[in-house]
């Protein structure tokens, strides 16, 4: 497998992949924006669609796209506090719309099936350096304002009154997600990217530990999720973003199950010696 020079690059797209989304996501998951990401998914098939078109990169386009759709869900906030599903609507409609069009133009002369499912076949080295480019930027962001965005996290408006700069912040946050997404396009594909931004979060959550912790322990599992969807994928020659998701939904069960074990097991212990 790994004399493929397309696998190479797939498994070092995916080590970045799998440390990006997580360092994105939990903070999602926290805000309880865990459907931003998946608007914003749906949104870089507009932006891949339109770098086709214009024969530029379409991890690029995805990026920028993506990027100007993460904006105006923020900008948007401002005129539908009380409806920030509509928001979601909104943009996906736009994104879908978009892509829709573009696609069944006829004047695509690439495939655009690839972006949706994903597919390790189509993982270019260029990829692979605009990819390694978004992630570095992108982590090095959150770790710059990692103590700012724990605060908008868990309360914006005392962020707010603390000081913060909660706007700014959040356009900054959406240039993040937009990044996160536009470089895990190629692997996972559309339909299930925004599994790996929320589901190894969920997973590590239900082990109950501090922030920091968590934020590790889902770095962990989104490893294990991708590396392994990746390498079954390629030997059951099925798409890796439906397998991917498939082994991340069966990671967080399989932890679920085991916390349940424990629990019980304990509790069975607790009540003996009482």
């Given at each position: 497998?790994l004399n ?168 900054v946050f ?12 190629r692997i ?87």
């Amino acid at each position: 497998m790994l004399n493929y020079s397309f696998m190479q690059n797939a498994i070092l797209v995916s080590i970045f992949i799998s440390i990006l989304c997580p360092c994105i996501g939990i903070f999602l998951v926290l805000r309880r924006y865990s459907l931003i990401g998946d608007t914003l998914a749906h949104a870089s098939l507009a932006g891949v669609t339109m770098g086709l078109l214009t024969h530029q990169n379409p991890i690029l386009g995805a990026f920028v796209f993506t990027s100007i759709c993460g904006a105006l869900i923020e900008f948007l906030r401002n005129y539908f506090k009380k409806y920030a599903d509509l928001i979601l609507t909104i943009v996906l409609s736009l994104s879908v719309g978009t892509a829709i069009t573009i696609i069944s133009s006829g004047k695509l002369r690439a495939n655009a099936d690839s972006f949706m499912f994903g597919s390790i076949l189509t993982v270019t080295r260029f990829d692979l350096i605009m990819v390694i480019i978004l992630s570095v930027i992108s982590v090095l962001t959150v770790i710059f304002l990692y103590h700012q965005m724990i605060y908008i996290a868990y309360d914006e408006e005392a962020a707010k009154v603390a000081g913060v700069k909660v706007k700014l912040i959040n356009y900054v946050f959406s240039l993040l997600v937009a990044a996160a997404i536009s470089v895990s396009i190629r692997i996972v594909g559309v339909l299930v990217l925004s599994s790996m931004i929320a589901l190894p979060v969920a997973t590590a959550l239900q082990l109950e530990k501090g922030f920091r912790l968590t934020l590790i322990f889902s770095v962990i599992f989104s490893v294990i999720d991708i590396m392994l969807g990746l390498v079954l994928s390629f030997y059951l020659n099925v798409a890796p973003g439906g397998f991917t998701a498939l082994v991340s939904v069966a990671v967080l069960v399989t932890v679920l199950i085991s916390k349940k074990i424990i629990t019980t097991l304990r509790s069975g212990r607790s009540g003996k010696y009482e």
